[in-house]
């Protein structure tokens, strides 16, 4: 596994597991089996796995790019390792996890179809929770302002942000299929609160999502 030297290491970007915003955490919880064996990417400060150890009773493991990040996981006590997920994926041998996770991060990836591929390969199945770029006031901002949207799911400017690949769930769910994929479980997440599953109804979400959690498996 490669180990990154950073030059400036700063602070996990997750936000800690406590904060109203972070209802994907509870929802991604509720997706995951007692007793499995996790593998969070691009896991922060192990704020989520520390949540699943405690609730599910997980087998839990993390890979973090900055180094800020694998430090508060280790003094957490959670196994963490420090890793890209566009690079060293491919180091995890076959059906190595039950759930692999990306929370939050799919966006900030250089590859997310290859990123994706890798999930599955490497887990029964996948979870990936991000923010919704076709929620309606996205598209209300972008058509009234002119200009990149500033909401609570996408708080930053966009020259300071570190997304590279937004999307909107429609455009997840089209990939997921795709690529041979099934979607088992799919939650909206809005003003701090989760949604009805919506899985078969994308284009309900799609609007007024601000964040999606899919739950994923193999055709």
């Given amino acids: 596994m490669t180990v990154l030297e950073l030059s400036n290491p700063a602070a996990p970007a997750r936000r800690p597991v406590n904060d109203p ?53 280790v003094a957490r006590g959670l196994a963490v390792i420090q890793g890209d997920a566009d690079r060293d ?31 599955m390969r490497i887990g029964a199945r996948a979870i990936v929770s991000f923010p919704n770029f076709g929620h309606w006031r996205v598209r209300w901002l972008l058509a009234t302002r002119g200009r990149m949207p500033d909401t609570p799911a996408l708080p930053s400017r966009w020259c300071d942000t570190e997304n590279l690949h937004l999307c909107t769930v429609r455009d997840f769910a089209e990939l997921a299929a795709e690529m041979g994929y099934r ?27 601000e964040e999606a959690v899919f739950l994923l498996a193999r055709a």
Avoid at 107 to 115: A, D, L
Avoid at 200 to 207: D, E, L, M, P, S
């Fill in 21 to 73: 915003s972070r209802v994907d955490y509870a929802v991604i919880a509720n997706m995951v089996r007692a007793g499995a064996r996790v593998l969070d990417i691009g896991c922060g400060d192990g704020a989520l796995l520390d949540l699943l150890a405690r609730s599910k009773n997980v087998r839990g493991r993390g890979l973090e790019l900055s180094q800020a990040g694998v430090n508060a996981c």
């Fill in 89 to 119: 994926l491919a180091d995890f041998p076959d059906d190595s996890f039950d759930y692999v996770i990306l929370s939050d991060t799919i966006q900030q990836v250089r590859h997310p179809r290859r990123v994706l591929g890798e999930l």
């Fill in 183 to 209: 979607i088992e479980r799919a939650m909206p997440i809005a003003r701090g609160h989760a949604g009805a599953p919506f899985a078969k109804t994308i284009w309900r979400a799609n609007w007024f999502a």
